[in-house]
């Protein structure tokens, strides 16, 4: 029984640096479209993009927290990261609409194009992390 407690230990251990590095890999994604915005934008299109890499990171963070925990059973699995994926997508969608409504400075394609690379950083170190 202790052998079987210490292979799920090790299991989250593996999943926690797994999320861990996601988070890395989409913050530094969002960092560098930033810096590029803002070479080419400006302060606002800085800050425009590093809100967008921010917003990926959020949701990476509420599936992240959604899906920790003890894990569900085998029937249960798919509607928790059903429910998981929603409430990602739920919180981008409005932290995307809020940026873009309460701040008049805001350089749409910066906030867009980071946002999306945060996205695809997060997909793409997920597949590399399974290989």
Request: hydrophobic fraction near 60%.
């Amino acid at each position: 029984m202790d052998e079987g407690n210490g292979q799920a230990s090790v299991k989250l251990q593996r999943a926690a640096k797994g999320r861990r590095q996601v988070l890395v890999w989409q913050a530094a994604g969002g960092l560098g479209v930033a810096v590029l915005a803002g070479s080419g934008m400006g302060t606002k299109g800085f800050f425009s993009a590093a809100f967008g890499g921010i917003i990926g990171v959020l949701g990476s963070l509420v599936f992240a927290w959604l899906t920790s925990g003890p894990a569900p059973a085998p029937q249960t699995v798919l509607r928790v990261m059903l429910r998981a994926e929603a409430a990602r997508l739920t919180v981008m969608v409005l932290a995307l609409w809020l940026v873009l409504v309460a701040w008049p400075g805001v350089v749409p394609v910066a906030l867009i194009g980071a946002f999306v690379i945060s996205v695809v950083v997060a997909v793409l170190a997920v597949a590399v992390m399974r290989d």
